[in-house]
């Protein structure tokens, strides 16, 4: 049987899906538009190996729609302008049976390919289902991401792969004839890292290299990926595997890595704009306030390497790589604003203090909106305590500065300013 694994069990149904519930569940948002026949546009974001091409196949198939792909890889807009013809030739009426154009990794089409859609969309001639491992904002021109819902896939938990793995087990006629046990999974999810696609694809290598009766170990698993080890793809699975690590050389203070790395993805052709998104969000996560200057150079770096390209482009690459891997490091923003969203979810709309509502109309200063409100600059040092915090989260501390030399100053004007009020317990 020449079909991957990962193809023999794809799922054709929404009901076979596993994960996403809060778009394809039983009240799923996607549930929802195709159980009323109304599909929009859309954009799936997600991690790769996580199902967007095959929750867009099941989304045509279900809507009796008529589906035309393209790869972003290897399609210009001449190809875009042909498959729109005939996608218009097999359609009906708008919003109900207009065909469905799915495109594998739209952030990798240029402009002027994204402009090409933009009739089609606009017109009702096609409806649009992209699918994109980078943030839409960033990669897809704001006139056509303004016609399309955005909908993030979250990536796969412990649970889910080990569904896919047992659903495999159960449905594939060659592996159920080899009889897997699994003893052990761990490394499988460890090397795959969310990864449907390579969990699987893993998976059919190691139980095709044994014997019937194979029985699932780390060790075994470990031992047959390291034989396997596949070359730099910026294409394929092992894209995220080479950026991770060179996130992860950055964020442990080596430069050593962080630019072997670097030039594992500069030799491998990869787009000098991921490399430096990813510098831009680690100067944030990873150092913060630390040493603010690290977001000035990553934004400048991001900014210079968009104008000049390869092979100019690695030098800036290099010089911001080592900067940021040098630097002081704290993730104490990154986690402040994670503990914030998270009270957030667990609390929901707390109201305003009244001291600190806007008063734009005579009732609403009637209401005492804003009366008991400090304005700061009217005290010495630009500084008066008051209540910032809805009463329930009065004392509740969310950011805690990190262990470095602007941090530690930015402790002690806390503590200055408020006493043990911010004090972590």
Known sequence: MNQPLAERIRPKTLEDYISQQHLVGKTGVLTNHINKGIIPSLILWGPPGIGKTTLANIIAETSKRPFFTLSAINSGVKDVREVIDKAKQSGGLFTTKNPI??????????????????????????????????????????????RCQVYILNPFDKSDMEALLQRAMEKDEVIAKKKVVLKEIDALLQVSSGDARKLLNVFELIVASEEEGVEITNDLVLEKVQRNVVRYDKTGEQHYDIVSAFIKSIRGSDPNGAVYWLARMVEGGEDVKFIARRMLISASEDIGNANPTALIMATNTFQAVTTIGYPEARILLSQCAIYLANSAKSNASYEAINKAIQVVKQTGDLP????????????????????????????????????FLPDELKGLSLYNPGVNARENEFRKIMKDRWGDKYEKK
């Open 101 to 146: 154009l799915f495109i594998d990794e739209i952030h990798r089409f240029s402009k002027s390919q994204q402009d090409s859609l933009l009739a089609a969309v606009e017109k009702g001639w096609v409806t649009l289902i992209g699918a994109t491992t980078e943030n839409p904002s960033f990669e897809v021109i704001p006139a056509l991401l303004s």
């Open 352 to 387: 305003v203090p009244l001291h600190l509502r806007n008063a734009p109309t005579k009732l609403m200063k009637d209401m005492n909106y804003g009366k008991e409100y400090k304005y700061a600059h009217a005290y010495p040092g630009n500084f008066i305590e008051q209540e």
